[in-house]
């Protein structure tokens, strides 16, 4: 059973590097794509995915309270935090969203495959 994967960021571009990423290893399903964190939540909600990798800064942060953000999940989806910054202030927003990791958007060729298959060993997945 491949992992389930919600794919969340507002950049197209960078979406779509994302996705190359995720695609080109057997076992990883990415089962919807988001823009902004409310969609996010509904697709989340709606899909049940295993992770969702998430940016942390899209468009619409401004109307999500980060600690509000997990209260609205409504199953056990581990959080991949992503961001272009990886400084103090990042670390603890991503904790505040509920992130189990914070992850460089620039190294996410290298780390994202063995996070996300880090992160779902042993929960009936296999990637």
């Known amino acids: 059973m491949p992992i389930k994967v919600l794919l969340a960021e507002d950049s ?16 990883i399903e990415i089962v919807g794509e988001s823009a902004d964190f409310c969609q996010t939540i509904r697709l989340a909600n709606e ?25 609205h999940l409504n199953h ?17 927003l991503a904790e505040s969203f509920g992130a189990v990791v914070l992850l460089d958007k620039m190294g996410l060729g290298e780390t994202l ?15």
């Open 76 to 92: 056990g989806s581990q959080l991949v935090a992503i961001s272009i910054w990886n400084d103090e202030p990042s670390k603890r």
């Open 12 to 27: 197209e571009s960078v979406r779509r590097g994302i996705r190359q990423v995720l695609s080109s290893q057997d076992g």
């Open 47 to 71: 899909l049940q995915p295993e992770v969702i990798v998430m940016d942390l800064h899209m468009p619409d942060e401004t109307n999500i309270v980060s600690r509000d953000f997990s209260s």
């Open 113 to 127: 495959i063995p996070t996300i298959v880090r992160l779902c060993r042993g929960r009936g997945v296999a990637a």
